[in-house]
């Protein structure tokens, strides 16, 4: 099956730095590559869409700014959290799907802990 | 607006049979996907439906109606690993998944 990492799985940061997140396809190319923030007990809400090569589509409420997002290529995208805050940590998951089929399921990453001190 | 609803938790016992309920107003329909998701992990794929009746799969099957809006996840011979939450998605017409709040099923000895 496809896999996709992700890279830190945990993150320990100061308030007012930068962390980058990284989201790979290993052995796929992913056309898509969604971001997720999941918060304990609550469901997977989507931050943003991206596809290779374009600017990322934000969900409403989602500031651009805050989180940065770059679909460099594909097999690789990169989410930005800037200055970060406490009310940024969360578990932040990456999905990709391969094919422009609307069908293709969406493969998940392992995730990654953002904790903001 | 759009909305997927499903049990918070429930409770079922190693060996037994468990039904997952799930329901969806969406606008438009192009699929139902179920995932498993353990606690601190990242969500794997179970099932995807996109017309009505049920899709077998080894200890889990998934059912669809499209006609009222709904579907299930059963899960055969519980074991212990089954313990995690469920998740319930629904592709929208312009293709978005929308989310369920997921179900945390505990198996109990």
């Known amino acids: 099956g496809a896999v996709v990492s992700q890279h830190p799985s945990r993150v320990i940061c100061k308030s007012g730095t930068s962390v980058k997140i990284e989201c790979r396809s290993l052995d796929f190319q992913a056309t898509t590559m969604f971001w997720y923030r999941q918060f304990p007990k609550k469901s997977l809400m989507l931050m943003a869409t991206s596809n290779e090569g374009s600017k990322a589509t934000y969900e409403q409420g989602v500031e651009k700014d805050k989180f940065l997002i770059n679909h460099a290529s594909l097999t690789l995208s990169t989410l930005t959290v800037t200055s970060a805050h406490p009310e940024d940590s969360s578990f932040y998951i990456c999905s990709a799907s391969g094919l422009a089929d609307s069908y293709n399921e969406q493969f998940f990453g392992p995730g990654t802990r953002l904790t903001v001190l | 607006g759009q909305n997927i609803d499903q049990p918070t938790e429930m409770t079922a016992t190693e060996g037994a049979i468990v039904q997952i309920n799930c329901t969806y107003q969406t606008s438009g329909f192009n699929g139902l996907f179920w995932y498993q998701q353990h606690a601190g992990e990242a969500p794997t794929f179970l099932s995807y439906?996109?017309l009505d009746g049920l899709e077998e799969k080894g200890r889990f099957s998934s059912f669809l109606s499209r006609s009222k809006g709904y579907s299930y996840l059963l899960l055969k011979e519980l074991q212990m690993k089954d313990s995690a939450s469920y998740l319930c998605?629904?592709?929208?017409?312009?293709?978005?998944?929308?989310w369920g709040a997921g179900t945390k099923l505990i198996i109990k000895p």
């Open positions: 439906n996109v």
């Open positions: 998605a629904v592709k929208d017409s312009n293709y978005q998944l929308i």
